[in-house]
């Protein structure tokens, strides 16, 4: 059974870099391809939203959305994968999750499929 650990600082100020960690349990995620691993958040009062996932190719894929100051990157050696949000206003405070994507073969093709496991949970306050 995979677990999953994100973590970072909770409080961030405008216009800085928010970052995150996510380790890995259960073996180097780089020795299997069939997952996709995934940042998502969680506004307060409003629903989850996907921010992007990295592939075991070390491909990126990201939500149009926050490309553009967005960044998630592998770090093997520590079984960890880290999120990257940059220029952060108030409106980048939710509840931050790394989880595990299936992913699924479809028209020649794989894709990112469910999300299997997840983290706690990183709670970050943009504020002054």
């Known amino acids: 059974q995979v677990q999953l650990q994100d973590s970072g600082p909770g409080l961030v100020k405008p216009s800085q870099t928010l970052s995150l960690t996510c380790t890995v349990s259960?073996?180097?995620?780089?020795?299997?391809?069939?997952?996709?691993w995934s940042w998502i958040r969680q506004p307060p009062g409003k629903g989850l939203e996907w921010i992007g996932y990295?592939?075991?190719?070390?491909?990126?894929y990201y939500n149009p959305s926050l490309k553009s100051r967005t960044s998630i990157s592998r770090d093997t050696s520590r079984n960890q994968f880290a999120l990257q949000l940059s220029s952060v206003t108030p409106e980048d405070t939710a509840l931050y999750y790394c989880?595990?994507?299936?992913?699924?073969?479809?028209?020649?093709?794989?894709?990112?499929?469910?999300?299997?496991?997840w983290g706690q949970g990183a709670q970050v306050t943009v504020s002054s």
């Open positions: 990295i592939a075991y190719s070390g491909s990126t």
């Open positions: 989880a595990r994507v299936t992913r699924t073969y479809y028209n020649g093709g794989y894709y990112p499929d469910v999300f299997d496991s």
């Open positions: 259960a073996g180097s995620f780089t020795t299997n391809n069939y997952y996709y």
